[in-house]
């Protein structure tokens, strides 16, 4: 049998990050003339993957082939030179030029020294006309759509005739007829001998456009096989299914108390049209693809964001919260994802970071009231067994003990509702372990909990029903007895779940 | 398709002209106050009162231009001022010297490119921001300025400060041909590259533009083009001063705010940024012919510093707004 010599190839490689390991000695292959599909959940290794192949990451160890033959010290100028062209989920594009600079851009055809307009101009015409821009070349990036930039950057990347094209989500933002457009111009390009690598959520463009699948799965190929005789279901089977051993405790049934959220037509930011309810000592999981509009959502509930709702109750309060303040006062408390940044003060000592949001409680005639703040501190740091001298500034703390800080400060406020944002991101397994039993204790006490999270596993053991987010909606509602990784991520990519009750 | 064509004929044009969308209103203002100006001012109409008014818009306006190349490339100097004062200096003490007055030119620029490409390398080898880099570098320069020529004094040939300083319009004349050289600047790939990694350097490094190699450039060509204010300035007045070039710094930073130069990088033009630099210089003459105090100046500049800023952001607001 004849074998094609791959354009572009990594064997065996590892990379890892802090210790940590993303990529577990993974194969894959680009062939010219083939699309061929790169699939897994979130990180599974996937961008990490895509940067070992454009030439921005380094492999802890395999190598990366060009046309058959091992490259050192690839760098992404090097791949670029061998004709790899990525387009990347975030755009690298610059507002103020217009299309044909920004297409050109780092390529540019020169005379002299200087651009050769004429030459841009009738070069960024063509790679507009392929992927159907219409608009004139001189108008500026920052006047188009999402998706018009989109296929900007898909022009930019076709600009430098690239013999292997790796196309991250592109579709993301496309509008329908723009994302036909695109799969006509994949078709084409695959005819012409390109080798494409196409990463998407969307199995249906997915099954349509290609014809060989690779699968990761924690850093390690599950699959790599022609995408022929395998269904949906099949695809969903290989990206999932995690042995969880004995990191989570054992599901119990939730004593549920009031409803304490209910939502009809809710909206803020990304998110829209949510249905939602949700009671006491319940834990409820937000589950889907990142960015789908579920972190809008929690900050809409929180006052954090512009929300409106056709009816909203929210902790005995009608309508949607305006401030965060108000939240606080209703008694919802929200755990930042990004504990640095949000949740945090870091230079500042672990007693102060777990006082802040009580400062004011527990001050007397408008003085700080020192004896009580130390027994405060000492009751936080015993329950939720934070190590480490409570005088030492945060940032000294690993991320899990940071974490758990950012979650005790609030519980001096005893919140009814506890918003979770992905909060055992970054974690190592122990304190997530613990992160959990707390969740748990709380939830028996009668809070509600609403945790968001990336981790399909921790939704799945963890919650006694998950809300699925797809493009801003809640695709689905799982209860607890349909739950499964499947049945989330099927719902995240737009499988009909069976017997899902929206 | 005939458009389609033209438009293909003409790219270069008419991303020109595209860039002057959003300055309309600008250009109408500075119109208008020059138009105040030359009615309470006949004489700026003639050769000699134009001069006059281009020789005092003429620092301003380069100095805006360095600030606005930093500006665009996402960066901001606070040693413009102190690096006036060191062109200044260097000129007056070197220009009498054995090098003479071209050596001295030369001195000048070398010193500017120097000092503005060593910014440029701390800023962005190290990854310090400008601010701090340029705020510490303000001193430093400042400092260097104040060793050369402890006290206003040195040497400029009648010549020159005639020459540049006269009666006639060579001021005016060498703006122009600035220019005409940051069009050029902006037709190299590397020019380009100022406003890409200013608004999105990672996208920028992702396509192929060496942003490091460009960040020094910007910072090298400030460098120099603030060094030559200092000269001319010396030949403004005969001698050199070590601190003369001290109000440059916020001065440089109000034009390129006034002329729509964005804070965080990659948002603006020099055309902007050159009429941002006209309006404050006939807001400042005018307020003169019209007899405001010199407090009531720094007011009223300051009002409309803060209205050129915040009309704009206040206008997206509303049309935002459903």
Known sequence: ?502 | MNIAFLSRQNLFFSVQRRRNRGLNGLYIVVGLFLLAYAMLFPGLLGISGFSKFTQNWFPLALVTMAQALLMLNGGISLAIGPLVSLGAVIAATTMGGPLGPIGGLLAVAASGLLVGALIGVIVAQLRLPAIIVTLAGSFIIGGIALIILPRPGGFIPDWLSNLLAGNGPVAFGLLVLLLVCWKLFLATPLGLGIYAVGDNPVGAFRSGVPVDRVRVTAFALSGLLTALVGLFVAAQTGSGDPVIGTPFTLNSIAGAVLGGVGFLGGKGTMRGAICGSLLLSVMINVMFFLGFSPVTQYVAQGLIILAAVAIPELTSQWSRKP
Request: glycine residues 10%.
């Open chain 1, 1 to 502: 049998m004849m074998k094609t010599l791959p354009l572009l190839e990594a064997r065996q490689v590892f990379k890892g990050f802090f210790g940590n390991p993303v990529l577990k000695g993974v194969d894959i292959a680009l062939e010219p003339g083939r699309v061929h599909a790169l699939l897994g959940e979130n990180g599974a290794g996937k961008s990490t993957l895509i940067n070992l192949l454009s030439g921005a990451l380094r492999p802890d160890s395999g190598e990366i082939r060009v046309d058959g033959v091992p490259v050192s010290r690839f760098h992404p100028a090097a791949a670029r030179a061998a004709g790899i062209a990525v387009v990347q989920q975030e755009l690298s594009l610059t507002a103020e030029l217009s299309i044909a600079e920004n297409i050109g851009l780092g390529a540019f055809p020169r005379r002299f020294g200087l651009i050769d307009y004429a030459a841009l101009s009738a070069r960024a015409s063509e790679v507009c006309e392929l992927v159907g821009l219409t608009e004139s070349l001189c108008t500026p990036v920052g006047d188009l759509s999402l998706g018009r930039r989109q296929m900007v950057e898909i022009a930019k990347a076709l600009f430098r005739k690239p013999r292997v094209l790796i196309l991250d989500e592109p579709t993301s933002s496309l509008s329908a007829h723009e994302a036909g457009i695109l799969s006509r111009l994949i078709e084409r390009l695959r005819g012409a001998g390109i080798a494409l690598l196409y990463i998407s959520h969307r199995l249906n463009e997915v099954q349509a456009l290609c014809s060989h699948v690779t699968v990761l799965k924690d850093g390690v190929v599950t699959a790599d096989q022609p995408l022929a005789g395998i269904d949906a279901q099949g695809l969903v089977r290989l990206m999932v299914g995690r042995d969880a051993g004995d990191l989570f405790p054992a599901w119990e049934l939730p004593r549920r108390g009031e409803e304490l959220i209910r939502l009809r037509g809710f909206s803020s930011g990304l998110a829209r049209d949510v249905d939602f309810s949700a009671s006491a000592g319940e834990i409820v999981g937000i589950g889907g693809l990142v960015g789908q509009g579920q972190e809008d959502f929690l900050l809409g509930l929180y006052g954090a964001m512009g929300s409106s709702a056709r009816e909203a109750v929210i902790a005995g309060r009608s309508g949607p919260l305006k401030s965060v303040e108000a939240a606080n006062a209703a008694g919802l408390a929200y755990v930042p994802a990004d504990r640095k940044r949000e949740g945090l003060v870091l230079p500042h000592s672990i007693a102060s970071n777990l006082l802040l949001p009580s400062l004011g409680r527990i001050a007397k005639l408008g003085l700080r009231d020192r004896g009580a703040e130390r027994n405060l501190v000492a009751r936080l740091v015993k329950r939720l067994r934070i190590k480490g001298e409570t005088s030492r500034p945060v940032q000294a703390l690993s991320g899990g003990n940071q974490q758990k800080v950012a979650l005790a400060k609030w519980l001096p406020l005893a919140p009814s509702v506890l918003l979770l944002n992905d909060p055992t991101r970054g974690v190592d397994i122990e304190t997530k372990r613990e992160i959990y039993l707390m969740l748990k204790s709380f939830a028996r006490e009668g809070t509600l909990i609403i945790l968001l999270s990336s981790d399909t596993p921790e939704l799945v053991h963890l919650c006694d029903r998950v809300t699925v987010f797809g493009e801003g909606r809640a695709v689905a509602t799982l209860p607890r007895e349909l739950i499964s990784e499947e049945a989330i991520v099927g719902a995240a990519m737009g499988i009909n779940p069976k017997g899902s009750a929206p």
